[in-house]
Nanobody, 119 residues
Framework: QVQLVESGGGLVQAGGSLRLSCAAS????????AGWFRQAPGKEREFVAS????????RYADSVKGRFTISRDNAKNTVYLQMNSLKPEDTAVYYC????????????WGQGTQVTISS
């Protein structure tokens, strides 16, 4: 069956860095655009970043541009989110997701990993 497993979350001080990973199985990974979303307590889920199957097209929410980098390794069926210059406002549960290429409608989701940024 299709499975997405996030890892790499944790507690870090403001200004620090984390790298999230999402390992996919049970599908043809290159058939999908990959994305990251986050949900903070009491707030709606929001888009963070996405990347096309061949890594040519990467997109970011304005709130994370210049600080976060999405990447993928198709040989490992894994998508990453490198998060630098972290702020307390980045605290949330982060979810990876996959959707069909062009355009992406995300319909496979991981269980999420908690990211907490202390001030």
């Amino acid at each position: 069956q299709v499975q997405l497993v996030e890892s790499g979350g944790g507690l870090v001080q403001a200004g620090g860095s984390l790298r999230l990973s999402c390992a996919a199985s049970g599908l043809t990974f290159t058939a999908y655009t990959a994305g990251w979303f986050r949900q903070a307590p009491g707030k709606e889920r929001e888009f963070v970043a996405s990347i096309s199957w061949n890594s040519v097209d990467a997109r970011y929410a304005d709130s994370v541009k210049g600080r976060f980098t999405i990447s993928r390794d198709n040989a490992k069926n894994t998508v990453y989110l490198q998060m630098n210059s972290l702020k307390p406002e980045d605290t949330a549960v982060y979810y990876c997701a996959l959707g069909p290429n062009a355009p992406a409608l995300f319909h496979y989701w991981g269980q999420g990993t908690q990211v907490t940024i202390s001030s």
